[in-house]
């Protein structure tokens, strides 16, 4: 085995985004690309020497040869220890969870999360820090500095590491243990959730479809749901993780999940439905003929979270993305606890979660997590809403119902215009920030503007401040547009437009947002002139 200090030059463009590095995974695999990224991480950290790293990832196209490449860069910067998911693979909780349990320093997620995989398709890599959670924006902005100074990394020449055989082993001083991906999770959501009750609603006949999409959630669902709490066998469907997820977009929405929408608006449907998506972190929420909207999902989980084993405490306050639709606030206000509006990403719950201001956070594009790892947690979504139904005996559809009747509802939607020309993207969003002083008092589509600005976000905890953050534009009757150009894309710029309407009288709720929203989505393209200056008609994927 030959330690080699391989010379090499910055690759322009290796900028961590909402969620890591992502690129089409032909660029990750070309010459010295992820060497130079693992290199810049380590670096951007201070070095490996002495540290324990946790590895895994989502299963996808080249994360086996990847996480190969991380052991002997790791070894090869003196790491002590890296705790390895068997085969390379960990969900993204479950290695959120792993970092904390074993205290170690920080750890490499392998995944491109719910965009497609396979040769054609995404690859990532995403270093979290101790707390277990995403690193946050002043290391991944030292990551992105060193990418841009480097001049050699090293490696080790060495064999391939068995990592499918559980158990220790090393590479060269470094110690390598590989576990079993979901033992350590499976525990921890034993000790959130009332296994027995889920049990006993599993025992009375209640079913449940759970869509796995080819993905990583596959392995935790099975033994979770089926293995351990009796759901009955096909419960989990497309439970077997393949490198390219079988061609599909493993993105849990009524889109991309439409199989599972399908069987849960059949015939003789399931009770409930659920989806996760490539890496384990996203939950989409299904009832027997009812769609639940994540924002909604939050909103309910933290109405009826005292219903739940590991939060009968109740709740120290809750935290929601400031596009996430402003359901959760209604609910806060009610409990009487602090509701937090943070940029999107994960990584900015981080801190709130560490300081104890949170105990459960949330995202509009399917992401639900608290305080018991440091990433949003798909299979753990799921748990907490079987958890609740077990308890309070009563169906999604009449859940829900109760929540609108208490709360009023948000109707929800967001719009989604893919692979924009990347120059006009930006034009849209700077010619919108330059008018939105103008805005208040006009009228679109006969909603009159209230406010408008554009989102900073001061961080409670360590004072950070993150500018650039949305522009957001509130209209009459409770309604609310924002726009912003996604971090996680890879291909020229996508649009996301969001789109709110609250509604309290319950004689007037109807089934369809698009329509409930017409007006919101008519005032969004008068002020902003979206499909004038993108060219689209309509979104390519609205949610
Ligand atoms: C998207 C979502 C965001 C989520 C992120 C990672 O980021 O909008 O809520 O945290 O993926 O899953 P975006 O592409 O909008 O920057
Ligand atoms: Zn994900």
Aim: with cysteine; aromatic share 8%.
């Amino acid at each position: 085995m030959t330690l080699h200090s391989i010379a090499t030059q910055p690759i322009e463009g290796q900028k961590p985004g909402t969620s890591g590095l992502r690129k089409k995974t032909r660029v990750f695999m070309g010459p010295h690309y992820l060497e130079n990224y693992i290199q810049a991480t380590w670096n951007g950290i201070g070095g490996v020497q002495g540290k324990t790293l946790v590895l895994g990832g989502d299963g996808r196209h080249f994360n086996d040869r990847a996480a190969q490449v991380v052991l002997r860069m790791a070894a090869a910067s003196g790491a002590a220890k890296v705790i390895v998911g068997q085969n390379a693979l960990l969900s993204t909780p479950a290695a959120s969870n792993l970092i904390r349990q074993r205290n170690a320093d920080g750890g490499i997620i392998l995944s491109a999360s719910h965009n497609p995989g396979g040769p054609d398709g995404d690859f990532g890599v995403k270093y979290n820090v101790s707390n277990g959670g995403p690193a946050p924006e002043g290391v991944t902005e030292r990551i992105f500095g060193a990418t841009k100074t480097l001049t050699e990394y090293h490696i080790f020449d060495a064999q391939d590491v068995d990592l499918g055989r559980i158990g220790t082993t090393a590479l060269d001083k470094m110690q390598i243990e590989v576990v079993n991906p979901v033992t350590d999770y499976q525990a921890l959501m034993e000790t959130l959730f009332d296994f027995d009750a889920i049990r006993a609603l599993f025992a009375g006949g209640f079913r449940i479809s759970f869509d796995a999409m080819h993905a990583i959630t596959g392995p935790y669902a099975t033994a979770i749901l089926e293995d351990t709490l009796g759901a009955a066998p096909g419960s989990v469907v497309n439970g077997i993780p393949l490198p390219d997820f079988g061609q599909g977009h493993p993105d849990p929405n009524p889109i991309w999940a439409k199989d599972l929408m399908d069987t849960m608006f059949g015939p003789d449907a399931p009770d409930f439905g659920a989806a996760s998506d490539g890496d384990g972190d996203r939950n989409m929420i299904v009832g027997r003929g009812i769609y639940v909207t994540p924002s909604d999902s939050l909103a309910a989980m933290a109405a009826n979270a005292t219903h739940v084993k590991g939060y009968a405490g109740g709740l120290a306050g809750v935290a929601r993305s400031m596009p996430t639709s402003r359901a959760l606030d209604q609910v806060a206000e009610r409990l009487g606890i602090a509701c937090y509006e943070t940029p999107t990403g994960w990584k900015f719950f981080g801190n709130l979660l560490d300081a104890g201001l949170a105990t459960l956070c949330g995202e509009e594009s399917a992401g639900t997590g608290s305080d018991h790892v440091r990433e949003k947690d798909g299979l753990w979504a799921v748990l907490f809403w079987l958890n609740i139904l077990a308890k309070r005996q009563v169906s999604v559809a009449d859940l829900m119902a109760e929540h609108w009747a208490t709360y009023g509802r948000n109707y929800y939607s967001r719009h989604d215009y893919e692979a924009v020309d990347s120059a006009a993207a930006q034009k849209l969003v700077d010619d919108l920030r330059q008018q939105l002083a103008t805005l208040p008092g006009r009228d679109f589509a006969g909603l009159t503007v209230e406010t408008a600005d554009e989102f900073a976000y001061d961080d409670p905890v360590d004072g950070s401040r993150s500018e650039g953050q949305g522009l957001r534009i509130t209209l009459s009757g409770g309604a609310r547009i924002v726009l912003r150009l996604s971090g996680t894309g890879t291909e020229g710029a996508t649009l996301r437009v969001y789109l709110e309407r609250v509604e309290t009288d319950p004689t007037r709720m109807q089934d369809n947002p698009q329509q409930a929203l017409a007006a919101v989505i008519a005032a969004a393209d008068a002020i902003a002139g979206i499909a004038e200056r993108t060219g689209r008609t309509a979104p390519d994927v609205i949610t």
